[in-house]
């Protein structure tokens, strides 16, 4: 019985240390002495909240609060050695140097992890870096950053593997194999729905979908709905980084240049532009700049919006060879492209017809009729780039409604018209709802039932 009792205790130990969801438990706390005194608050997985308040920045948590100075980092995760399940930031107003979905550690060997990293900016400053991973020997699984608002001078989906902290330069990773870095992010996605950048007192800025310095990023999703990003640098990589896979689509805002690749490598990009205003585009890295940039495939999708430069771009520290890279530009014949260099042989232009059946309906109050949509493309077989694109909307709500999927649902009667865009392209299906008689007729043979019940039991109560 003994030797059981110990071979379970060993079992059970050995779980123990060998188990990788183990998570140390720390509560939030501030280091004043953070890169030479700057300080650094270290969220430990617990959910915080940065506000301002009588102008200082103040981060909360649970019933606690702390003052921090706008020279701050703020970490998600912990320091050396912590492993958390879930990082959540939401800065609503304030200023901060950084804020920082994962951890911090200088130690190979104390690496800092965390599963999930959230951060949701609604206002306040962002003096340096919003960063999806974490700093140096650190990584995240997934990290996910949605943006409203506020200004910023940097976006970073990875992390950061470069970094001067102590008056000192540190670095994690090699250069000939940063797909090998200690520094990882496996999945990152970032989303700006409206934001500002850079500083006002900045002459530029970076979103950056991949990492910085020599780290990893497994697949990134770089998602621009808006914002005022006129004097700033999207890019689907990052700067010396590895990025297996990065996806973008932008959908609005105002953007000064689009650039596949910076420094690094990418294996895959596709990018998909439904809106907005881009002033330079180009399928690999500016062609006036060096680039030691590596882009093995990329797929553009041009299908509204406006671009004033379109380029191939350059690759290999700024030689011409984006020829030896494959890639394909798919381009709407309506899509506003003021000056447009790349090959013709590179581009497929693509035409469109939307239809919907049927053209006219006829609805009662409260019953629900979905439109068909039907695209024809010329050349054929590319439909699905405009399915996903297609908005509705109702003239009279009071009337009909329309959802996303495109059902129609009658309100009351009168007449409505339901409108079907893709890009450029409109159709109109007229919907006229009438009194749904079956309900009136409902209506007063239930009245008529009730009435003769309560009828009938009266005269059972006088008689009986």
């Known amino acids: 019985m003994k030797k059981l009792i110990y071979m379970s205790l060993i079992i059970l130990g050995f779980l123990i240390l060998t188990n990788p969801k183990i998570y140390a438990v720390e509560n939030p706390y501030y280091d004043e002495s953070y890169n030479q005194q700057k300080g650094a608050f270290y969220a430990n997985g617990t959910d915080i909240t940065i506000e301002e308040e009588n102008g200082q920045t103040i981060i909360k948590w649970l019933d606690q609060q702390q003052k921090v100075p706008n020279t701050v980092t703020v970490f998600g995760g912990g320091q050396k050695g912590t492993h958390i399940e879930n990082s959540n930031i939401t800065m609503n107003s304030g200023t901060v140097v950084g804020i920082v979905g994962g951890g911090f550690s200088k130690e190979e060997n104390l690496i800092s992890k965390v599963e999930n990293a959230n951060i949701t900016i609604n206002g306040g400053t962002i003096s340096s870096n919003i960063t999806g991973g974490g700093y140096l020997y650190s990584q995240v699984n997934n ?48 989303t700006i729905n409206d934001i500002t950048m850079p500083l006002p007192s900045h002459q530029g800025g970076i979103v950056y979908a991949g990492a910085q310095g020599y780290a990893f990023v497994g697949e990134t999703n770089l998602i621009i709905n808006g914002g005022n990003l ?194 450029t392209k409109h159709e109109i299906v007229s919907v006229t709802v009438e009194e749904n008689k079956k309900s009136t007729t409902f209506f007063w043979i239930s009245w008529i039932i009730i009435l003769l019940v309560i009828f009938t039991g009266t005269v059972i109560l006088i008689f009986f």
């Not at 943006?147 to 593997?161: D, K, Q, S, Y």
């Not at 439904?274 to 999708?301: C, H, P, R």
């Open 143 to 190: 990290t996910n950053i949605t943006i409203n608002g506020g200004i910023a001078e940097t976006v970073l989906g990875g992390g950061v593997a470069t970094l001067d902290i102590d008056g000192q330069m540190q670095y994690v990773g090699e250069a000939s194999h940063p797909d090998n870095s200690p520094n990882r992010v496996n999945n990152a996605t970032i």
């Open 230 to 423: 006129s004097k700033i640098t999207v890019s689907a990589g990052g700067s010396d980084d590895y990025v297996n896979k990065s996806n973008v689509t932008i959908t609005g805002g105002d953007i000064l240049l689009y650039q596949s690749i910076n420094r690094g490598k990418i294996k895959e990009v596709n990018v998909k532009v439904t809106g907005g205003n881009i002033q330079e585009f180009n399928v690999g890295a500016k062609s006036d700049t060096a680039s030691s940039g590596e882009l093995d495939y990329a797929t553009i999708y041009l299908l509204d919006g406006t671009i004033g430069k379109l380029n191939a771009g350059t690759v290999k520290s700024g030689a011409l060879e984006i020829d030896k890279t494959k890639y394909k530009v798919y381009q709407v014949v309506y899509m506003t492209i003021t000056n447009n260099t790349i090959p013709e042989e590179k581009i497929i232009l693509v035409d469109y017809i939307l239809s919907l059946s049927p053209t006219e309906l006829t609805l009662s109050e409260n019953f629900s009729k979905r439109i068909n949509i039907d695209f024809t493309t010329s050349p054929e077989g590319y439909e699905n780039l405009f399915v996903d694109n297609v908005k509705w909307k109702s003239d009279n709500e009071d009337v009909a409604t329309v959802s996303e999927e495109g059902f129609v649902t009658a309100v009351e009667p009168g007449d409505a018209n339901i409108t079907a865009s893709c890009f």
